[in-house]
């Protein structure tokens, strides 16, 4: 059974950087910073109210009778149950023999064009830590793009305006960029299981390594540019963040609408159509947190049973890439032309330099990692060289014929990989004749 690390990973950041908000809160509160205190207060206790929510709502508690468990998610003290939970599932794991097994049939990669089907038991308690896995995923997405990209942001901010970089203001600041960079890595992990479920997945360390390179330079160059930004045209910040936000926030209701397919009724049973609305809502409110910062890996599309669009969209992550890198070197060019005296000791030509560079950094370990680090790389009906090439015909003189044919190509895969996953997914009935339902990892 796998050693639940990212369960541990995800606690010692959520942890960490709580309790160095309050301290930095409190040091503010101290100083007299009425305004930054509360501010980072708010950064810091809004996504942990989100993340017990998320925890609760993935783990059905509120259906179940657990009435000391509700009292410590209330508590804010949610994660630190279900991680002792955890580890107290893996510890006693084999101990007993479980009453039942579920079977899971998974795909090999592709081998010489041919691909094996293996069926693997799955106990009860792998079952649990699968899901357990799963929540602690989503929790730490949640926490790093509603909660740490905001607050490095604000405290960088405060640094360039104080022109001070305190002991506790750069380990938070640390911190925080950790926890985005962690949240961003286990949003591709999570992209890349949804998309390909039917496969067993095993993501290599050189995989990690430059999904851990480009996310770093990506969040850290979009962090700095806004915060360059923001210190010379406050002004203007907020229409900049508004417009990135709510355009990221309507474009999938906009497909939605456009498609014209019925209302999603599917995402939780106990739910009423109000209650849909609110979560989608919320995963709507995440995705244009997500983008608002970096790329997302997971493509909301809310007239998919899964809600996910399990497409190879080059065509996308081109577009994206483009805008933003042009966003970002417009941002810097009004930051160049109306600079203050604080930037007085900053060579400026330099800095514009180095954060253009440092995000096309970005985008070569971006471009690595799908050309030769992806784990299921044999499965793209095309590479990310041909998609990108076909992308920037479309953009610049008309979409060709080949472009077309790849993007339905892709389609056609997605739609037959998800048919082979509905069908592989069926009950099957054990020796002592218990029928179990299969269970997948999406962990």
């Not at 490095?152 to 950790?178: G, K």
């Not at 966003?327 to 109306?338: C, D, G, T």
Request: aromatic content about 14%.
């Amino acid at each position: 059974m796998k050693f639940p690390g990212s369960v541990l990973i995800s606690l010692v950041l959520f942890v960490a950087e709580t309790a160095t908000a309050l301290c930095l809160s409190g040091a503010y509160r101290a100083a007299g910073d009425r305004m930054w205190q509360w501010l980072t207060l708010l950064f810091a206790l809004l996504p942990c109210a989100l993340v017990q929510l998320s925890l609760v709502f993935i783990h059905r508690d509120v259906s179940r009778d657990r009435p000391l468990v509700l009292l410590l998610h209330l508590l804010q003290l949610g994660p630190l149950v279900r991680c002792v939970e955890v580890f107290y599932i893996y510890f006693h794991a084999g101990r007993v023999e479980e009453p039942y097994v579920s079977i899971t049939k998974k795909r090999q990669m592709p081998k010489d064009g041919y691909s094996e089907e293996v069926e693997k038991e799955v106990g009860q308690a792998e079952g649990k830590l699968c899901t357990h896995r799963s929540a602690f995923s989503r929790a730490s997405v949640i926490q790093a793009f509603l909660g740490s990209a905001p607050q490095l942001t604000l405290q960088l901010y405060i640094c360039v305006l104080q022109q001070e970089i305190t002991a506790a203001r750069s380990i938070f600041m640390v911190l925080s960029l950790l926890s985005i960079v962690y949240g961003a890595l286990r949003c591709n992990i999570l992209a890349i299981k949804i998309k390909y479920d039917d496969y067993d997945v095993s993501v290599k360390p050189a995989a990690y390594l430059c999904i851990f390179m480009w996310r770093s330079f990506e969040i850290a160059t979009r962090v700095t540019v806004l915060v360059l930004f923001s210190s010379v045209l406050q002004i203007w910040t907020l229409p900049v963040v508004l417009v990135n936000f709510f355009g990221f926030f309507f474009y999938p209701w906009i497909l939605f609408w456009q498609s014209k397919s019925p209302f999603p009724e599917n995402i939780e049973k106990a739910l009423s159509r109000v209650g849909t609305t609110i979560v989608l809502c919320l995963l709507t409110f995440l995705y244009a947190g997500i983008n608002m910062f970096c790329w997302s890996a997971v493509q909301v599309k809310l007239n998919d049973p899964d809600l996910i669009n399990k497409s190879q969209n080059w065509y996308r992550l081109t577009v994206y890439y483009m805008l933003r890198f042009i966003e970002n070197a417009f941002l810097l060019l009004m930051w160049y032309i109306y600079r203050t005296d604080i930037y007085l000791y900053v060579c400026a030509p330099l800095l514009v330099l180095q954060l253009l560079i440092a995000y096309c950094m970005a985008i070569l370990f971006m471009l690595v990692f799908y050309q030769f680090c992806h784990p299921c790389k044999k499965l793209f009906s095309s590479s990310i060289t041909e998609g990108l090439l076909s992308s920037f015909t479309f953009c610049f003189v008309c979409k060709s014929p080949k472009s077309s044919t790849l993007t339905d190509k892709a389609d056609l895969k997605s739609s037959e990989n998800a048919d082979e996953s509905q069908s592989s997914n069926k009950t099957i009935d054990s020796p002592n004749g218990n029928p179990h339902q299969s269970v997948s990892s999406n962990a």
